[in-house]
Nanobody
Framework: QVQLVESGGGLVQPGGSLRLSCAAS????????MGWYRQAPGKQRELVAR????????NYADSVKGRFTISRDNAKNTAYLQMDSLKPEDTAAYYCNIRGYIGNEFWGQGTQVTVSS
């Protein structure tokens, strides 16, 4: 079993920054990618960013490009999401995700990010 624990969420003013962390533990499979998703009230969960194990390439949602940066510490099995220039529309619950090469996936419990003045 895999456990994912997110941290770093909170309340921040527009234009501010937050850094989310996702620590993986347990029997971790070969990882295809680690990613961050978010879900706002009344909306579907959407991919924010992901980082692939092979080559370290990254994908970002258009809405966060240039503002968010995903990174990973393989030795610590930890992924990070640096969020800068936050906007009210970034308000959501953020979830960490691991996708294995055989299609298996695991989710964290989520951490709330609220951007408001």
């Amino acid at each position: 079993q895999v456990q994912l624990v997110e941290s770093g969420g909170g309340l921040v003013q527009p234009g501010g920054s937050l850094r989310l962390s996702c620590a993986a533990s347990g029997t971790i499979p070969a990882i295809y990618y680690m990613g961050w998703y978010r879900q706002a009230p009344g909306k579907q969960r959407e991919l924010v960013a992901r980082i692939f194990s092979r080559g370290g390439s990254t994908n970002y949602a258009d809405s966060v490009k240039g503002r968010f940066t995903i990174s990973r510490d393989n030795a610590k099995n930890t992924a990070y999401l640096q969020m800068d220039s936050l906007k009210p529309e970034d308000t959501a619950a953020y979830y960490c995700n691991i996708r294995g090469y055989i299609g298996n996936e695991f989710w964290g419990q989520g951490t709330q990010v609220t951007v408001s003045s």
